[in-house]
């Protein structure tokens, strides 16, 4: 079946401007997953969605970071007034379940804020 | 709290063997295994749940102290096809609240040679 997609795959955007990106998890997975990776740095766990509820949020950089999740499928993260620091791959997963279970990532979102 | 792998970077001819490491400061629920090769997104190698199992996967197999916070993983008889970036991450307990979340770390960066 088909994978975790995201779209856009690139996006170029000024500073100050909001942005939006998407993420459409494998069918059936109840579990969503957002992470950041910077050049050459680890996966940022960003926030996590159980169905459409996000238990923790605390793991947004800040408050110009949301996310939601809409029947428990597609998620989107808006970030608001971009800045330059959150240029970055955007990296979106999916698993059946929370705990446990593999994770399935999508092929990301690179982010550019000139 | 991020988990620590070591090292943080290895270079094999092809043939040889090697053993990543990750270990935490924290009581663990289970470790994962990712390999992300450059440009693409994370792909799931395994996951060792509580327990102090070892697991395997073809040439590749892991095992996860659970006493000592460690996961090690091994790779014998390297292939070319082996060469990326390897994640491991990292949860804690999870009590069905708010405390989900999976930490990477750093990441090996291995480099097999012909």
């Known amino acids: 079946g088909a994978g975790v997609s995201q779209s856009p795959s690139n996006k170029v955007t000024e500073k100050g401007k909001d942005v939006e990106l998407r993420c459409d998890p494998i069918?059936?997975?109840?579990?969503l997953y957002w992470y950041r990776q910077s050049l050459g740095q680890g996966l940022e766990f960003l926030i996590y969605?159980?169905?459409?509820?996000?238990?923790?949020k605390s793991g947004l950089p800040s408050d110009r970071f949301s996310a939601e999740r809409t029947g428990g499928s597609v998620s989107t993260l808006t970030i608001q007034r971009t800045q330059q620091e959150d240029s970055a791959v955007y990296l979106c997963?999916?698993?059946?379940?929370?705990?446990?279970?593999?994770?399935?990532f999508g092929p990301g979102t690179r982010l550019t804020v000139l | 709290q991020q988990p620590v792998q070591s090292p943080q970077a290895v270079i094999l001819r092809e043939g040889e063997d090697a053993v990543i490491n990750c270990s935490s400061s924290?009581?663990?629920?289970?470790v994962h295994w990712y390999r992300q090769k450059h440009g693409e997104a994370p792909v799931f190698l395994m996951i060792l749940l509580k327990g102090g199992e070892q697991k395997g996967h073809e040439k590749i197999s892991a095992s996860f102290n659970e006493k000592k916070q460690q996961s090690s993983l091994y790779l014998t008889a390297s292939q070319l096809s082996y060469s990326g970036t390897y994640f491991c991450g990292t949860d804690p307990p999870y009590s069905g609240g708010s405390n989900y979340k999976l930490t990477f770390g750093k990441g090996t960066l291995l480099t097999v040679n012909p």
């Open positions: 069918s059936g997975h109840t579990a």
């Open positions: 997963a999916s698993s059946l379940v929370v705990v446990g279970n593999e994770q399935f």
């Open positions: 924290k009581a663990l629920y289970s």
């Open positions: 969605f159980q169905g459409n509820s996000a238990p923790d």
